[in-house]
């Protein structure tokens, strides 16, 4: 069983940055794979970045690879989704998941879910 929170959404401009957290509870952190997946209003949920156990292997949606960036600290059993140069296409309610054992990139492979947190871009 884990349970994860995420904080630090919000309105931000086009062009902003916003960073994303994730903290997890109810398992050792360093054992599970983390992922970030967001539902755009009208919208099928999308995979957006996973991150291994270790923090050395990372995913990323085509749509986000070079503005997003995931990463994990495992002592603050934390995981960030730092989002850069944000687009109106970014808008969504981002949701943090966790697996344990290796990262997977499907939304089904997850086990656990956050309860999301929204992020606005404006024009």
């Known amino acids: 069983q884990v349970q994860l929170v995420e904080s630090g959404g919000g309105l931000v401009q086009a062009g902003g940055s916003l960073r994303l957290s994730c903290a997890a509870s109810?398992?050792?952190?360093?054992?599970?794979?983390m992922g970030w997946f967001r539902q755009a209003p009208g919208k099928e949920r999308e995979f957006v970045a996973a991150?291994?156990?270790?923090?050395?292997?990372?995913y990323y949606s085509d749509s986000v690879k070079g503005r997003f960036t995931i990463s994990r600290d495992n002592a603050k059993s934390t995981v960030y989704l730092q989002m850069n140069s944000l687009q109106l296409e970014d808008t969504a309610v981002y949701y943090c998941?966790?697996?344990?054992?290796?990262?997977?990139?499907?939304?089904?492979?997850?086990?656990?879910w956050g309860q999301g947190t929204p992020v606005t871009v404006s024009s």
């Open positions: 998941a966790a697996v344990q054992g290796a990262v997977p990139t499907s939304s089904g492979r997850y086990d656990y």
């Open positions: 991150i291994s156990r270790g923090g050395t292997k990372l």
């Open positions: 109810g398992r050792t952190f360093s054992s599970i794979s």
